[in-house]
Structure formats: C-alpha cells, structure tokens
C-alpha cells in the first residue's frame, strides 16, 4: 500500500514537471519503483548506469524534494522585485519608442540603462546591465517572424495540452514519441555573420544555380535519435520514409508528431495507416506553427553549422557533409536533447 502513495505521488511530479531534466529524474524513480532493473532504466532514459544510480540514492535519502535541479540565484540586484518585474515585461514586450525613446525602435544596453537610470536613478555599466538581462532571463537574441495565418489558441492547446499528454503517454500506451519535417538544403543558403580579417569581407563563390538535397527526418523526443533519407518531398517517398521509421523501431508503438503538409494527408497513406493501427499514429500540429516541431531546430543547427556562408560545388558534396553532420551529432544523443527537446 505504502509502495502504491509513493508511485502515485512520482506519478503527478512526473505531470506537473515542466523542464525535461525534472521529467526524466521522476521517471527514472518511477521505473525503480515499479521494479524495472537499473540497466533498463539506463536504457529507457539512454543515461548511463551511475547516473540512474545517483538519482535514485538521492530519492532514497530525500524524497522528491532532493531531485529539485539547483539553480544558482546570482549576485544581488540594486532594483526591487516590483521593479524587476517591470523591466523585464519592458524590454521583452514593449520597443523604446513606446516609453518615451523617439524614433528607437530595437533595446540595446545603453538604451536600458538609459531607461533604469530614468525610471528609478540607479546607473548601470553596460557589463553590469547586462548581467541584469541574464539574472531576468533575457538573452540578446534575433526576433523571428510568426504566420499571420496561425491560430494562437490552436497552438496554446497543442502546448499546453496535446504535448503534455503525449509525454505522459510514453512508457505506457505510447513507446516512442517522434517529430517529423522536411527541408531542402541549397548549395549556398545564407551569408551570415562570421569572422574574418579586419577590414575585409569573406567572399563566398557561387554559380548562381540553385542545387541541392530534399530531406526528410524524425527526432526521437526522449532518446534523441535521429531518423533521415535524402528523397524528393512527395506521397510517394513519405510513404518509404514512415516504412523506414518503422524499421528503425521495429518493436512498440510509435506516435509521430508533424506539420500539416499535403502529402502528410494524402490519400496514398490511409491503407498503409490503417493497417499499422495501434503501431503506428500521426498527431497533426496547429496549422502554420513550425515552432512547435524540434526538427526544425535540427535543419537550422544543420545550416549554421556546415550550410550558412559555404558554397558546395556538387551536390554529392551537400550530401556528404550532411550525413557527416548527423552522424556526428548522433555521437551525443544528450546535446541533440537538451538543443531540440527540452523547449517542448
């Protein structure tokens, strides 16, 4: 009886949790609880054995309280609670021409100084607000556009709502939780900002074509692992695709989790669906809300990292640096978790 409150009690920290981390400390306790030895458990979470260890001597000797992730309050600040709280929702949702800085329409670090100094007189060093900004959870980040078409409320639900429940689902009725995109990936795709000589400018040569791969991939929300073919963004090729998730996966049901494109509703699949019912599901994203799939982190980790400011002659050679590029993340399946996974 006293082994069932505990699990009960695990099992609502495991619904409440809002950080991956926390999730996969509960779960690891959770799996303990119901028996499963530490080498599975190792497995399940893809964490090594010392490390299930460490989390379950710290239940043993603390509860659920003793998992908590530490987080370090940093040095004091000169501003009270009050005022903290409204210079953050300052900078994050109101530009400087909204609070009286005619004609400055993006915060820079003097500009909020400028306005710390104005609003409540206490001079910061740009270094100094700048620690401010951090302590208040604001980085220094470029803005993205959003679909004008998109239905916040849609999104809201699938957030807080749809995704949570999948999540809980895992071990349980679902087995695997995946995301699904695709993307094509040009000869030379952006010119972005990078170092160089003083002075100079890096000259990136081109043909003026415009070359390259289509692919399609899933990550893998809990393990990190990542599922990819090269192919052309058709019915056809999705139909191999899911063929080949499938085989990757060859035991327990599969929830994947992906965009509203035509051929991920095309009559082609329905057959293949409804004959892997129970193994296999698709979960359809809001419409215009490609913020809510982790693989789009994945093509602009691919881009910055071997796409942005080169140009590739060949595609064989496209192709050739974006498995390279896979393969290598795929080494560290816990950096592909805590870039892609953890923001859902």
């Known amino acids: 009886m006293e082994q069932h409150i505990e699990l009960e009690h695990v099992k609502a920290a495991m619904k409440q949790a809002k950080e991956r981390r926390m999730y996969e400390r509960y779960q690891a306790i959770y799996l303990h609880l119901k028996g499963t030895p530490m080498t599975a458990i190792a497995d399940i979470l893809n964490r090594n054995r010392m490390t299930v260890s460490s989390y379950i001597h710290t239940y043993e000797n603390g509860g659920l309280a003793a998992l908590q992730l530490k987080h370090s ?46 609003e409540w007189g206490h001079r910061y ?52 939780l995946l995301f699904e995109d695709e993307s094509m990936i040009r000869d030379y795709q952006a010119i972005q900002k990078t170092w160089f000589l003083r002075g100079k400018q890096r000259i990136i040569p081109t043909t003026g074509k415009h070359r390259g791969v289509k692919l ?75 913020q809510l799939n982790i693989v789009e982190g994945l093509w ?15 595609v064989t050679e496209i192709r050739l640096r974006v498995g390279q590029f896979i393969d290598e993340i795929m080494k560290h399946p816990h950096a592909i978790i805590d870039r892609l996974c953890v923001r859902l």
């Open 216 to 290: 399609l991939a899933t990550v893998d929300y809990r393990t990190g692992r990542i599922v990819w073919q090269e192919d052309e963004h058709t019915a056809e090729t999705f139909l191999t695709f899911l063929q080949k998730v499938l085989s990757a996966y060859p035991a327990g049901s599969i929830v994947i989790v992906l965009d509203n494109a035509r051929i991920h509703h095309a009559k082609l699949l329905q057959p293949f669906l409804e004959e892997q019912k129970g193994r296999l599901e698709l979960v359809f994203l809001p419409p215009y809300s490609p």
């Open 125 to 176: 060093s740009l270094r100094g607000i700048s620690k401010v900004m951090e302590r208040l959870g604001l980085s220094y980040t470029k803005p993205t556009f959003t679909l004008a078409a998109a239905d916040p409320e849609k999104q809201r639900q699938f957030a807080e709502m749809t995704f949570p429940d999948l999540k809980k689902l895992l071990n349980h009725e679902n087995d695997h």
């Open 73 to 118: 309050s940093g040095a004091p600040t000169r501003l009270t609670k009050e005022q903290q709280d409204q210079l953050k929702q300052t900078v994050a949702y109101s530009v400087p021409h909204e609070v009286g800085f005619t004609a400055k329409h993006n915060w820079t670090l003097e500009l909020i100084a400028t306005y710390v100094e104005r």
């Open 300 to 314: 602009k980790w691919l881009k910055s990292s071997v796409i942005n400011n080169v140009f590739y002659s060949t």
